[in-house]
């Protein structure tokens, strides 16, 4: 007779209630005894519930992800590995992913944001890449809330003590403020990792008989449930309490565990292996085993734990950090063990991959699961939830938005959707039924009382914490370790060199939460385009894009219709641009007490520059350079720094919907900017971002060693006056430097792409910044202005 | 000269030693294991930064007594060079080969900066390259380089020359501005009475290429090549 999974004595009986306690509905519930023609164990309900959480199972986003364009030239890795890779030329793969850690920053803030960047420096590593750069991007409420400048301090300085200690250099990010992120903040963590070609490491355990190698810390209590239930629920009054289910970062285990880990894959003796990240041995077991359509049988007697007692229950569940699932050739597992011996890591068998595709787990000689395989991976539940715009375009003839819905219901027929993407879209329309949020959450700031002169505007934005320097923040972060630095945080986008070519790497990750909270589709179009000018502004050429999509509750339309709008921008910016996402991660539930975040899907890309030494900066650098302006876009003031500082009434027109993005000039402006870079012509090159032209203007006279100076000249742009024009966005404007010599070069590269190039000024030695008759400013005193924007608000730091 | 460069369990910028020796000044080097007594003939060791064993207790607290150390004791002893760079000065110091301690930064953060260093005695082994007041641009990057010493021993450590290089503003004055971590006397490097034992929180290796932090550690480096 079969041997059936067992009861433990003391174990809580397994009911319909305690699996809604699991986070499990009613209908998963009859799913799970569906699945085992029998009620679970407790421990089986662990497992299930933690499988089948949101973070896991990605149940609500999964049909939509596949929307996505994964592949492309180079991409070496399909959808579902712990990070994608993309090859970069001469035999070397960049390896990357990006990811939240959004509820547990916001329990514990400084655990939380070490395991963040923890966790995605072990996905990194189970590719068998080296983890060589970090980035990070953080959203926080606004500094005078209750709490938030704990929290900053908290994640900032969690980042630094987890990436200091592990020695993976932190090259740059975005640090964003917005009341939307009062009560959720975001953190979301990257890691680019170096691998060779033919060298990647798999996920998936091919080989029946082969041992499952437990490799790292020791199993304790911290953690159980961190993923399931925390990052799977909206917060509520009783979260603070939720403090014990964050785990706890030891950054020290983790230097070890990466360099044994890389030693040990050089043996060869390596079948397969997994980061021990959310749901723990549960999810990195069963994931590789399911992967190859095999099964694997667990002995939980043989984990190392932190203290005696825990029950298989717990083991299975526990989030414990630094720990890696390793599977051997079978018979070479001693040339792992003796490896791991050397760096004083602890490793043991813990289990078998068996060819019955089941997922078993034993313990004290007893069966505690057993679980077909299918149930906990592939055939975990995924669910078309409804989404619907929340305002109707025409409510007295109750129509509802043709923009998000049509394409919301477009998304749900994948078939179409596929055949669509066949096609490139050429411009990216504004949705018709902005404000998504509701008109009492517009993200526009207080009404003032008058119009501010244009020094005026210009110096409150350099002072407001979204637009001045970073530098209390970057400054707290090793940006050097590893000497490949070549060009750190503060600019457009960091540059990496690979010792021994002559290659380089450029990455950058952005959010604009203003932007797609007035259009969830514009603005997921404008994250990725800006991005991509951002790798494109250092000269490289875009690679490949990680995308963390951070919404609300997604049992709700309105938020199911922002996730969607999201998606399908992310994908139209893709295929226009031609740069395939190989890589992300969706965090739902940023929401508490029914008040959701602005949507932010977070969009980190790779670059590459084909010759190092060719990398443009963002700052001025000798007196006498010509400026230019290229435009590839239409300005506005709708969502802008200058709106949410000084309300929407300063803006003449009216400006609720975004502009429209022509995607075919996106693109000419990156081939455009690859070729300058290339032929070197180009001394500096700055997007214009958060602030407008006047703030990209000042960054790039005080962004270098010495300051410098600009005198520039401006039309009005795009309709709006002369005042407006300085401070107006939108994904249009690029700031370039060159020696007046090379004049004919850089205006024929842009004009003969069609994008509209203007040489507007010169740069000055005297550090004054001069734009027509409205802005005349010292520049020491605009810097003085930019650098104390951070620490004036939260303390200095050195 | 061969070069010798220690991993700690957590050092993390040993490679990057040896990027710069090996790899830019072209030296004969080996990487040295905490574990191993042998210093496979290494006529200079350097100590990198980093977080050995986590740093948990102190900085250094536990290094100092890995087997390694033994034979970095007798190489001083003996009069060989030996060089603690941020983690690797930290060690040096709660092994008593070098005077004083480093405790945490005045702000309690982390810091990661370029600063300004002044050259205060030129005439040791590594710093024989160049002339007093000369200013060095060298990165920092720690949480514990606050540098004291105890009220008695600091006058004498100035007046025997083991105070080998200082915080400076760019205009090479030691102003309360200029001084990163709150360092008594704005030291940033020591020798021991000997002069063949160093300490220093700025980082050399990573100031060796113009295209990375500038050139100025290998006049540091190249010092230490020339006074053998």
């Known amino acids: 007779m079969a041997e059936r999974a067992l009861r433990l004595a003391g174990e809580p009986e397994v009911t319909p209630a305690l699996a809604q306690e699991h986070g499990l509905t009613v209908d998963e519930y009859a799913m799970i005894e569906h699945w085992l023609g029998r009620a679970p164990t407790f421990t089986e ?55 939240s850690h959004n509820h547990p920053s916001y329990v514990e803030p400084y655990q939380g944001a070490a395991t963040g960047v923890g966790g995605i420096i072990r996905d990194v590593l189970a590719m068998g890449a080296r983890p060589v750069a970090s980035l990070n991007s953080l959203r926080f409420g606004t500094l005078d809330y209750p709490r938030m400048t704990y929290l900053v301090h908290g994640v900032v300085g969690g980042i630094g003590g987890y990436g200091n200690c592990v020695g993976v250099p932190t090259v740059g990010g975005e640090v964003g403020f917005h009341p939307a992120y009062n009560k959720n903040i975001l953190v979301n963590a990257f890691c680019l990792g170096l691998a060779r070609e033919g060298e990647l490491a798999s996920a998936a355990a091919w080989v029946v008989g082969a041992p499952v190698i437990y490799v790292g810390s020791a199993t304790g209590r911290d953690g159980i449930h961190g993923a399931s239930l925390l990052a799977s629920a909206e917060f509520d009054a009783g979260s603070e309490s939720k403090r014990p289910t964050v785990q706890v970062g030891d950054p020290f285990a983790e230097k070890l565990l990466i360099e044994a880990s890389l030693e040990a894959l050089k043996t060869g003796a390596v079948a397969a292996l997994q980061d021990m990240g959310a749901a723990g041995l549960t999810s990195s077991s069963s994931e590789m085993a399911g992967r190859s359509g095999l099964g694997v049988e667990l002995d939980l007697d043989r984990v190392p734990l932190r203290e005696p007692g825990l029950s298989p229950y717990e083991i299975l569940l526990s989030e414990s950090q630094e720990r890696m699932l390793f599977v051997a050739y079978p018979g070479r597992e001693n040339e792992l ?84 993407s066949e096609a490139p879209p050429l ?34 934005l350099l002072d407001s914490p979204n637009v001045g320097s970073k530098r209390w923040v970057y400054r707290q972060y090793d940006h050097l370790v590893q000497s490949n630095t070549v060009m750190g945080p503060g600019g457009d986008a960091a540059v990496l060199r690979i010792k021994g070519l002559k290659r380089g790497l450029a990455l950058t990750v952005d959010s604009n939460p203003l932007a797609c909270a007035a259009d969830p589709y514009i603005g997921a179009v404008s994250t990725v385009c800006e991005a991509a000018r951002n790798i494109a502004c ?177 039309r009005r742009l795009d309709g709006l006056d002369l005042e407006r024009s300085l401070f107006a966005e939108g994904t249009s404007l690029v700031v370039l430097s060159f020696p007046s010599s090379h004049r004919i070069d850089v205006e024929g590269i842009f004009a003969r792409r069609g994008l509209p190039f203007e040489v507007v000024g010169r740069v000055s030695a005297a550090p004054r910044l001069k734009i027509g008759t409205m802005i005349d400013e010292d520049c020491r005193a605009l810097l003085a202005v930019y650098e104390r924007a951070l620490p004036g608000r939260l303390g200095e730091n050195g | 000269m061969k070069w010798g460069v220690v991993t700690f369990p957590g050092s993390l910028d040993d490679r990057d030693v040896v990027w710069a020796l090996a790899d830019v000044m072209g030296q004969n080097v080996v990487s040295l294991w905490h574990k191993d007594e042998r210093l496979h003939g290494a006529e200079c060791v350097i100590l990198p930064g980093g977080f050995s064993y986590g740093d948990y207790l102190r900085c250094g607290a536990l290094a100092r007594f890995s087997p390694i150390m033994n034979s970095v004791a007798r190489l001083a002893e003996d009069g060989g060079i030996v060089v603690g760079i941020c983690n690797g000065f930290q060690v040096l110091c709660e092994a008593r080969l070098l005077p004083g301690a480093l405790t945490r930064n005045r702000s309690l953060s982390f810091i990661c900066d370029q600063v300004t260093l002044r050259v205060e005695n030129p005439s040791t082994r590594f710093t024989c390259l160049m002339n007093r007041g000369d200013l060095l641009r060298l990165p920092i990057k720690h949480g514990e380089g606050l540098y004291v010493a105890p009220e008695d021993e600091l006058p004498q450590l100035e007046e025997r ?4 290089l200082r915080y400076v503003s760019s205009a090479g004055e030691a102003t309360e501005e200029a001084n990163p971590n709150g360092s008594l006397n704005a030291i940033a490097a020591v020798a021991n009475e000997t002069f063949n034992v160093f300490g220093l929180m700025p980082h050399p290796e990573h100031a060796v290429e113009a295209g990375l932090g500038g050139t100025d550690g290998l006049r540091l480096f190249n010092s230490l090549l020339r006074g053998v």
């Open chain 1, 45 to 99: 309900l662990g497992v299930f519930s933690v499988m089948w959480s949101e973070h896991c199972s990605y149940k609500s986003s999964r049909r939509y992800l596949k929307l996505l364009p994964s592949r492309g030239a180079g991409v070496a890795t399909a959808s579902g590995e712990n990070a994608g890779a993309v090859a970069i030329g001469d035999g070397y793969l960049a390896v990357f992913k990006i990811e």
């Open chain 1, 337 to 420: 063990l003796t490896v791991f011996e050397k760096w004083d890591v602890n490793a043991c068998i813990v289990g078998r991959i068996t060819n019955e595709a089941r997922w078993r787990a034993r313990w004290a000689g007893k069966l505690v699961a057993d679980i077909p395989i299918r149930a906990l991976t592939i055939d975990a539940p995924s669910y078309d939830r409804p989404a619907k715009s929340p305002v109707p375009k025409c409510a007295a003839e109750g129509q509802w938005c043709e923009g998000g819905a049509a394409r919301a219901r477009s998304a749900n027929d994948e078939r179409q959707s596929s055949a669509r």
């Open chain 1, 427 to 460: 411009a990216a329309e504004p949705c018709d039924c902005a404000p998504s949020l509701g008109q009492e959450a517009r993200l526009t700031g207080a009404p003032s009382q008058r119009r501010p002169s244009p020094a005026e505007a210009l110096r409150a």
């Open chain 2, 161 to 164: 020359g083991q105070v080998l």
């Open chain 1, 538 to 714: 250092v000269g490289a050429r875009p690679l490949g894009i990680s995308d963390c999509l951070n919404y609300g509750n997604p049992e709700r339309p309105e938020i199911m219709w922002q996730f969607v709008c999201g998606v399908e921008g992310i994908r139209d910016a893709a295929l226009a641009l031609g740069i395939p996402v190989v890589s992300g991660n969706v965090s739902f539930y940023n929401e508490t007490e029914g008040q959701a975040i602005a949507p932010t899907p977070t969009i980190a890309i790779v670059g590459l520059l084909d010759d190092v030494s060719k990398r443009i900066s963002s700052f001025f650098k000798f007196a006498d350079d010509v400026i230019a302006l290229v435009k590839c876009g239409t300005l506005s003031l709708a969502a802008s720094e200058y709106e949410l500082l000084f309300g929407r009434e300063q803006i003449a027109g009216g400006c609720d919907k975004l502009a429209p993005i022509e995607l075919g000039l996106q693109k000419a402006l990156l081939e455009a900017m690859a070729q300058a870079a290339e032929r070197g012509l180009l001394n500096s090159a700055h997007d214009v971002s958060s602030g407008g032209l006047a703030v990209a203007l000042a960054e790039a006279c005080f962004g270098g060693e010495t300051l410098m100076g600009a005198e520039v000249t401006i």
